[in-house]
C-alpha cells in the first residue's frame, strides 16, 4: 500500500530473516501498521475514530542532518469522516502543535489536493508521455522515474528537471468540480482560522496511499530536510488492508526535527527568583516555589547562594522580581518583593506575594 514504485518500498525499507527464518519489516511509517490494528482490533466500529500513536521507525535513507535511519514519529489520524472539516480539524491540530511548541518560528504549510484516485492514475499517464517527449532535457535520475513513477519527478531539485517541470500539465485540470469545491473550502476555512497557505500544485508526497488533500509544514532554518509534518488523505487504504471501505486522513511529525528548531529557541529567563538568608530558610523558599509555580509563573532558585550572589544572578539574567526570605521577615511570616525593573520593595505576606507580582 506504500506504494511498489514508492522511494520507501524501493529502496528504504529494512527486511531481514530472523532467527526462526521468518520474514520481518521494521517499519518504515505508522498510517498502515495503526490501520492493521484498528482493523484486527475492531476499532472501527463506531466512526470517526480518531487515534495517535509515536514511536520508532526505520528508513534506510542516506543520513544527514534532520534524516535519520532510526527517527521517532508523532503521527494522527481520524478514520471515517470524508467531511472537508475533518480535513480541517487535522491541518489545525498540526498547526497549533507547532504554535505552541515553537511559538518564535516561522513556519509555512504547503498544500495541494491530488484529486480521487482514478483522476491520479491518468495524471500518471499523462505525465509519463509529457517526460518521455522531453526526456532529453531531464536528470537521468528523474528519466529512471518515468514509466514507474512520474508523480517522484515533479519534487525533483535537479534544476534542469525543476524548468521542465514548471510547464508540465497540472493534475488540476483533471479534477472534478465537485472536489474542488470541497478542496476550495478547505482552504477558506484554514484562512478564517489565521493559517497562511501556499498552494503547491507539485505538492505529491512520498508515499502512494494519498489522494485529495495533501500537506507538509516546512521551516527554512534546518536545511534541505525541511519538512516537520507530512500528511493528508488516504481514501481507500483502509479497504485495501482488508477493512471496509473507510475514508481517512492523517499526520505525522519528525520529532527530531522538531527538536532541531527547538533546541535553537532561546530559553525564556524565569521571571521571578528566589534568594534566602541563610539554608535553615530552604523549607520556606521550596513552599514559596511551589505556591508561586501552581499560579503558572517561572521562578528560580539556586539553593546554595546567598542573598548577594542571588541578587546579582537576578539582575544579570534580568529577572523582574525577587523574593527575599529572611530571618527577620520570615518570623511575621512576612517576604521581602524587590521590583528589579524600578528597584522597588514591599513587605508583603506570603498571601499578598501573587498579588503584587500580579
Ligand atoms: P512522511 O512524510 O514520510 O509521512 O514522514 C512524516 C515526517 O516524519 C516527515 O515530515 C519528517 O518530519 C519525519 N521523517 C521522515 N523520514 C525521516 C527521517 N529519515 N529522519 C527523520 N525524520 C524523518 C509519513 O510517514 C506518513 N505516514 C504521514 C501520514 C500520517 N500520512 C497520513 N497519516
Given at each position: ?12 525499507m529494512y527486511t531481514f530473516t530472523d532467527?526462526n527464518e521468518d520474514e520481518l519489516t521494521l ?332
Amino acid at each position: 500500500p506504500l506504494g511498489e514504485q514508492s522511494d520507501v518500498v524501493l529502496k528504504e525499507m529494512y527486511t531481514f530473516t530472523d532467527r526462526n527464518e521468518d520474514e520481518l519489516t521494521l517499519r518504515p511509517e505508522y498510517t498502515t501498521p495503526m490501520i492493521r490494528a484498528a482493523i484486527s482490533n475492531g476499532l472501527l466500529n463506531n466512526l470517526p475514530a480518531k487515534f495517535f500513536g509515536t514511536g520508532q521507525m526505520f528508513r534506510r535513507e542516506r543520513p544527514q542532518k534532520g534524516r535519520y535511519r532510526q527517527f521517532n514519529q508523532i503521527n494522527f489520524e481520524n478514520f471515517g469522516s470524508d467531511d472537508s472539516f475533518a480535513d480541517v480539524e487535522i491541518i489545525n491540530l498540526a498547526s497549533q502543535l507547532l504554535k505552541k511548541i515553537l511559538p518564535k518560528k516561522s513556519i509555512s504549510l504547503n498544500i495541494n489536493t491530488l484529486g480521487n484516485r482514478e483522476n491520479l492514475q491518468d495524471y500518471k499517464k499523462i505525465l509519463s508521455k509529457y517526460f518521455k517527449d522531453n526526456q532529453n532535457s531531464l536528470s537521468s535520475e528523474s528519466v529512471s522515474k518515468i514509466d514507474s513513477n512520474p508523480l517522484r519527478i515533479l519534487d525533483s531539485k535537479n534544476i534542469q528537471d525543476k524548468e521542465i517541470v514548471l510547464k508540465c500539465p497540472k493534475l488540476i485540470e483533471l479534477i472534478s468540480k465537485k472536489d474542488l469545491n470541497s478542496y476550495e473550502e478547505i482552504k477558506v476555512c484554514l484562512k478564517d482560522l489565521d493559517i497562511t497557505i501556499f498552494e503547491d500544485l507539485n505538492l505529491v508526497r512520498g508515499l502512494d496511499y494519498y489522494c485529495h488533500t495533501v500537506f507538509e509544514f516546512k521551516s527554512n532554518e534546518i536545511g534541505s530536510q525541511d519538512t516537520l509534518i507530512g500528511g493528508g488523505r488516504y481514501n481507500g487504504l483502509i479497504n485495501k488492508l482488508g477493512g471496509k471501505d473507510i475514508p481517512g486522513i492523517g499526520w505525522a511529525a519528525g520529532i527530531e526535527r522538531l527538536m532541531l528548531l527547538m533546541n535553537d529557541s532561546p530559553t525564556t529567563p524565569e521571571d521571578i527568583h528566589l534568594a534566602i538568608q541563610d539554608p535553615t530558610l530552604k523549607k520556606h523558599a521550596i513552599k514559596i516555589h511551589d505556591y508561586l509555580i501552581k499560579n503558572n509563573l517561572s521562578v528560580y532558585w539556586n539553593y546554595k547562594y546567598n542573598i548577594k550572589k542571588s541578587l546579582s544572578l537576578a539582575s544579570e539574567k534580568k529577572a523582574k522580581f525577587i523574593v527575599i526570605i529572611g530571618e527577620e521577615e520570615n518570623i511575621e511570616n512576612n517576604y521581602i518583593l524587590k521590583n528589579l525593573y524600578n528597584g522597588e520593595q514591599k513587605i508583603v505576606k506570603f498571601e499578598e506575594i501573587l498579588d503584587y507580582i500580579k
